[in-house]
């Protein structure tokens, strides 16, 4: 496709928008966990701004080695998110799983729905109240597939501690939880997440 400026500005502007929408979005979804929980919503961590949140835009092309009964071919392996929350659009293709009892359930594509996904930071801060959910993507054999992902994160150097002690996770910062990760997945090709930081 040609490069257009024009393009190119309104997808800038939509994107902007976007980001806003979900931010405060993400928000308002903390606050009724937060008072799920019973308590207000000045509880919740505040350094999670629009310099710190993003969108991510997922495309995974066609491939013909797909079986989703088996879990061949992953378009994202399994994870979990290592944010607050993450908030995604998935288009009609379909092909989202979510760990369930113990199996992978496929999430039906419904364009009018957002899908919603504790993350492990919201986990950790809600004393396992919440779990953050094991998820990945099964791509399609003929089709290829879009979704849009909105991640509610904090600053690198923001504590992420208890609501309530006491906590089963020692205090840690969203850096050196992001840089854990890293390290694991760099030295054996698994994430070890939120096992790394109990107590
Ligand atoms: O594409 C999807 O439906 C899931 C994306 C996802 O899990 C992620 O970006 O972390
Ligand atoms: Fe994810």
Not at 13 to 24: H, I, P, R, V, Y
Not at 63 to 78: D, I, M, N, Q, Y
Not at 160 to 170: C, D, K, N
């Amino acid at each position: 496709m040609m490069y257009s400026p024009i393009l190119a500005l309104s997808f800038r502007e939509s994107m902007k928008n976007l980001g806003m929408a979900m931010s405060n979005l993400g928000r308002a979804l903390a606050d009724v966990l937060v008072q799920n929980l019973g308590y207000s919503c000045g509880n919740f961590p505040k350094n999670c701004d629009e310099k710190t949140c993003f969108l991510r835009l997922n495309r995974y092309p066609p491939c013909p080695f797909s079986r989703p009964e088996t879990g061949a071919a992953c378009g994202l392996v399994s994870h979990t998110d290592s944010d607050y929350l993450t908030i995604l659009y998935q288009d009609h293709v379909g092909g989202l799983q979510v760990m369930k009892d113990s199996r992978w359930v496929a999430v039906r594509p419904n364009r009018n729905a957002l899908i919603v996904n504790i993350g492990d930071l919201f986990q950790a801060w809600s004393n396992d109240a919440y779990k953050s959910v094991e998820h990945r993507v099964i791509t399609n054999a003929k089709r290829e597939r879009y979704s849009i992902a909105y991640f509610v994160c904090p600053s690198y150097d923001s504590t992420i501690g208890a609501y309530a002690q006491p906590s089963r996770y020692r205090s840690f910062t969203f850096g050196e939880y992001r840089k854990q990760v890293q390290d694991d997945v760099k030295r054996t090709g698994k994430k070890f997440g939120l096992s790394r930081f109990q107590v």
